[in-house]
């Protein structure tokens, strides 16, 4: 069974990150160089039982190349929570990861996501929920949650300290606060006093340090200075779908026209008449970037509305 506390330290994670993380770009990176974790898109967990079940169950299809693999969830009922908590641990995920930082207006204006750092007893009812839930499904599986470090203001000590009080198997703490959205540099200061925080507070849970990181070196780097476990990477992997490689090569062209040949397919065969053709098209730019004519070459092929167009736009280029 997977642990976070057996991972070798440091150990890197790709961020959930939703519309992208799903289960084709998952397997995407990890054919180019594995994370040690994945995690899914996030899913709302009354979604989950109602009417658009069939939609939202989308972001937990998943294969087996891609554990361990954590389901991530958010929502504001702690029942759902507990059924949510039921499904994903007869699904077969590795783990359940609540989120309490995503900063979107509807998001948090529901009361879910990073509005839980300004209600402390909601959260509670939340996490003790998802642990009822896994003990009515007969197998506890890690908990973790992923975060910020407040929500008007820097309140690391204050909420750090109020969730590791509930001794989750892991925390992402992502170094900024909810209003700051991605507007600011990540606070890694803030990071490395929650590593303190935990060392007094909750010492067994592990500490994954999330926010503007780059590339792996970049990682190594803030972990030894910052004494976190994991370092978990997000945006980093739109510039270099092979950020996780141990050593770091250059990747040509013909490579990288050679995952975007791979990524269509598998898009297509695992989503085709499930997910329309454009939602293929954001990942355009990954691939197609750094060469002279990049912007031009990438148009063309934003026009194409099916894989066997985008093949046939690639092999002109060869
Ligand atoms: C397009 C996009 C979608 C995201 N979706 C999620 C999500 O579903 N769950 C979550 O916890 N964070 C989500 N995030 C936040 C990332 O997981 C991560 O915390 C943030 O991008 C900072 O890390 P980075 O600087 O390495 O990108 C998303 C970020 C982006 C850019």
Known sequence: MFSWNSLLRPFFVLAPMEDVTDTVFR??????????????????TDGMFSEGKDIVSQRLKFSEEERPLIAQVWGIHPQSYFLASKRIVELGFDG????????????VHSGACAALIKNHSLTSEI????RRGMIEAGRQIPFSIKTRIGYNTIATEEWIGFLLSFKPDALTVHGRTAKEMSKVPAHWDEIGKAVKLRDKISPETVI??????????????????YGVDGIMIGRAIFENPWVFEKEQKEHSL?????????????FNSTWQGKKPFQVM?????????????AAEFREKLMACESADEVQKILNSKF
């Not at 996490?127 to 998802?130: G, P």
């Open 208 to 225: 994954i340090g999330n926010g503007d990181i780059k590339s792996r070196e970049d990682g190594l780097q803030k972990a030894k200075e």
């Open 96 to 107: 359940i990861d609540i989120n309490m930082g995503c900063p979107q207006k509807h998001v």
């Open 254 to 266: 013909s490579e990288h026209f050679g995952l975007l040949t791979k990524h269509v397919e598998l």
């Open 281 to 293: 098209k954001k990942y355009f730019k990954i691939y197609v970037r750094g060469f002279d004519g």
């Open 27 to 44: 397997r995407i990176v990890a054919s180019c160089a594995r994370p040690d974790v994945f995690v899914t898109e996030f899913v709302n």
């Open 127 to 130: 996490i003790d929920a998802t």
